[in-house]
């Protein structure tokens, strides 16, 4: 029986192919495009979950706000975890990481660097929490001593070769010498480190070491022991805050922490688990990069609206066409076959249909991998060896069959064999509702998706163009300032003499996110908690201002003859507002790390500059502070509107003459500008082309019915062209009809559109306003789309000649 259901099947295909070849097209199309986006939702959802114990794992985030900041952190005070450690046998290990930037790396003996970022200081803890093997060194010993580092294995293959890296030394920055003691197998890809290359013994740092409860620089890892609730872990924070920041507050300020919370102040501390890091943890000092949930929830809907849309076509090409098979079911019925029988006989069509969709959908994700890869910056593989995606991609095939033939095999099988018989089958019933029904849903989603486009695509325009109270146009940014050691003032000097050159400084911290530095001030003599003011604190030059485009509202910047600047302060409007100064200028501040030291340093406000954003359009502009003060972490160059490739190869010239041996990379400030936005860029893009990809679905759904339609109505368009219909009037009449459909969509799916993308743009401090002709626009373009779909077999039906009209039955 059921060889024969695939034969009937098979040549009901064969004998239909126009309408066979739009719904196996179509529903590959949206099998292809759920298959990929759901290969992007599992490879977020796996970060991390490659480690032992991965379920037990958290790391400590703190929420600080204090002195007009509310900071939202991934770091931990420096003794944090050992301390717990020993107050809280719950705790079967702690480790704590410490990303301290870049470094330029070489073998001992070598004259040539190579620049490595996914360097890290790590306590000789860490392989006790996370379970990356060594392929050589005991995991309990190979970061317990000073100046001892633990390298991947793709470092050691990059600087010892076959060698066995153990017990030989590489020099960093030039002037730090690490000894091998472990080679550690690669770090997973899909982890919150972003695949670490080198660890450094944390003993080698003194700050590793200090007491300092108010310091938070260190990323602090807890590994639960079996059976331990982490929610009931976190009450203990409260105890471990009352017992010793209390007696570090007391001990600075002469205030107790009911102080500092009566004047709106507090420190909290919370566990977020390992495997939620990468998507649900957008904090500052994160080690690498993050994901966005929002963005998996987006795209995991999307999914399923594509496949529901393909699906949906096969159900209205089906239902609709139900009439010319509405003879079959009465001639089947009347020799005695049971609806059973012809349920399944719809459905195996419908699973076979599936399936030669499943194959082409694999071939087209197969082939559309790369470029997808690409526009989400991902290295998604198809997963061919394993067994359990062959299982799901089966189950999937059959599943999306019996969903989408159900309703067409219950409902042509429902007809009477009598009625059927005499011709007294409705063309439209039921049938018809649910068809316009499905209309309706697959363009509503279609707007949404283009309504939600246009959103994300005024965000990235408004953000590009938004004044930003700096210049980043024009303006090369020359890396690692310090392989220069003491040569970086002379190099600036150097390049300044360039004629396309107009300005440069030399600073580790840039107005798009670079260096960042926290700290509290104080007004001098006043060390009570209401009045402090936590501030970014950037160390600058004399040229700073100037090179970076920023404004002075009032007083002065930096001058190099002036020796006093050498304790002057510049602060942003911010943070003049938040210290409350009638007039800032001349006023004098203080840093809280510095209270109880006699001799401390108090800076004198000699000028504020109009705020700027120097972080994410999400945030606020917050404090800021600008000291003068040597800094190497980056040469800032502003050139004039010439030749740049010229005057890049000039100053790569001189950089080999001073730093030999140094490897010279540079970048643009709008090229950094523009990576903080580069998720929501990605996802602009991949939002396109599924928007794209679910209009030709729809169109295709779309095309079908209106070839039916005009076939189901040539004897009536026959007889008004006899009666002196023009082609204009038969083109309305066949369109006028699903046009009101498609203008239905409009209606319901605008403001569902509106309220998502109200949402997702509310992550944002600074965005656009929605307006109502974004939806008048993509209801324009849903209406064009539509119209151009409907046109052809409207005309084509227009145009057909009258006398062979009539003669059709």
């Known amino acids: 029986m059921l060889k024969n259901y695939f034969k009937i099947a098979w040549r009901n295909l064969r004998k239909h192919k126009f309408y066979s070849f739009l719904n196996i097209f179509g529903l590959s199309l949206g099998l292809a495009s759920c298959l990929l986006i759901t290969l992007y939702v599992v490879d977020e959802l796996s970060y991390d979950k490659s480690f032992l114990h991965a379920d037990r794992i958290y790391r400590i985030n703190s929420d600080i706000k204090f002195g007009g900041a509310d900071m939202k952190l991934a770091v931990a005070p420096d003794p944090m975890a050992f301390t717990l450690k020993k107050d809280y046998p719950q705790l079967e290990a702690v480790a ?36 990356t093997p060594l392929v050589a060194g ?42 091998v003691t472990g080679v550690m197998e690669n770090m997973p890809d899909r982890s919150h480190f972003g695949g670490l290359n080198m660890l450094l013994s944390m003993s080698s740092t003194d700050e590793s070491r200090r ?38 507050v007391q001990k600075l300020m ?114 559309a991998l790369p470029l997808f890869n690409n526009l989400a910056s991902k290295q998604i593989v198809f997963p061919f060896q394993n067994i359990w995606f062959w299982l799901i991609v089966i189950f999937t095939g059959a599943w999306v069959g019996i969903l989408a033939g159900s309703y067409p095999a219950f409902f042509l099988s429902a007809f009477q064999p009598l009625k059927v018989l005499k011709n007294q089958v409705s063309q439209e019933g039921k049938g018809g509702y649910l068809r316009n029904s499905l209309v309706v849903f697959q363009f509503m989603i279609s707007v949404m998706l283009i ?103 009032s007083g002065r910047g930096f001058l190099e003859n002036y020796p ?45 500059v109009k705020n700027f954003h120097f972080e994410s359009l999400r945030k606020n502009i917050g404090a800021l502070s600008m000291i003068l003060k040597p800094s190497s972490g980056s040469v800032a160059i502003r050139l004039k509107s010439n030749d740049v490739t010229q005057t890049i190869a000039s100053i790569k010239s001189l950089w080999k003459n001073m730093a030999p041996g140094q490897p010279f990379s540079y970048r643009f400030m709008d090229d950094d500008f523009d990576n903080v936005y580069r998720s929501e860029q990605r996802v602009g893009q991949i939002f396109i082309t599924f928007a794209v990809i679910s209009i030709i679905i729809g169109c295709l759904g779309l095309f079908g019915l209106s070839a039916y339609t005009a076939e189901r109505r040539t004897k009536e368009i026959g007889v008004r062209k006899v009666l002196g219909a023009s082609v204009s009037n038969i083109v309305t009449l066949l ?52 119209l151009l779909t409907i046109s052809f077999q409207s005309i084509k039906a227009a145009l057909m000649n009258p006398v062979k009209s009539l003669k059709t039955e």
């Open 96 to 131: 704590r990481l410490r990303e301290n930037g870049s470094y330029l790396v070489r073998r001992t003996g070598s004259i040539d660097n190579l620049k490595e970022d996914q360097v890290v200081f790590a306590d000789s803890t860490f392989f006790k929490v996370f379970s």
């Open 564 to 608: 006093s600047d050498s304790t002057g302060i510049i602060i942003n409007e911010s943070a003049a507002k938040i210290l409350g100064f009638a007039d800032p200028l001349g006023k004098k501040v203080f840093m809280f790390q510095d209270a109880l030291n006699e001799n401390r340093t108090t800076y004198t406000i000699i000028g504020v």
């Open 735 to 786: 369109s006028t009809d699903f046009l009101k459909l498609v203008l239905l969509a409009i209606l319901i799916g605008s403001p569902i559109a509106w309220y998502a993308m109200n949402l997702w743009l509310s992550e944002f401090v600074y965005h656009i306003n929605i307006s109502w002709w974004m939806f008048a626009a993509a209801g324009l373009l849903a209406i064009i789309i539509a």
């Open 211 to 248: 007491d300092n409860w108010g310091s938070h620089n260190f990323n602090t890892y807890l590994l639960l022991r079996e059976g331990v609730d982490a929610r009931q872990f976190e009450k203990n924070f409260d105890t471990v805050i009352e017992k010793y920041t209390g007696k570090w």
């Open 254 to 367: 002469g205030a107790s922490l009911a102080d500092l919370r009566k004047s709106g102040s507090y420190i909290k501390y919370s566990l977020i688990r390992l495997t939620d890091i990468h998507l649900k943890s957008d904090r500052t000092a994160e080690i690498g990069p993050n994901g966005n949930i929002q963005y998996v929830y987006i795209f995991g809907v999307v999914a399923v609206f594509l496949l529901v849309i393909a699906c949906v076509n096969f159900m209205n090409l089906a239902t609709a066409r139900s009439s010319n098979r509405a003879k079959e079911v009465g001639v089947r019925k009347a020799l005695g076959s049971e609806r059973s029988a012809l349920v399944n006989q719809f459905l195996t069509e419908a699973v076979l249909l599936s399936f030669l969709s499943l194959v082409l959908a694999l071939i087209l994700a197969y082939a």
């Open 451 to 553: 309504v939600g486009t246009g959103v994300i695509f005024r965000q990235l325009n408004y953000i590009q163009t938004k004044k930003l109270g700096f210049n980043k146009d024009q303006v090369l940014i020359i890396n690692d300032a310090y392989a220069l050691n003491k040569q970086a003032a002379a190099f600036k000097e150097e390049v300044l003499q360039l004629p396309n050159v107009e300005s440069g400084t030399i600073s580790s911290y840039l107005p798009t996110p670079s260096s960042r530095s926290d700290n509290t001030f104080f007004p001098e003599g006043q060390l009570q908690q209401d009045k402090g003011i936590n501030m970014q604190q950037w160390t600058v030059d004399h040229d700073y201002l100037k090179t970076m485009g920023l404004d002075v509202k």
């Open 138 to 179: 005991d995991p309990n010993t190979v970061l317990t001593e000073p100046n001892t580092m633990v390298i991947s294995e793709r470092d050691a293959s990059k600087y010892f070769g076959k060698e066995n890296p153990v017990g030989k030394t590489l020099l960093l920055d030039n002037k730090h010498t690490y000894r």
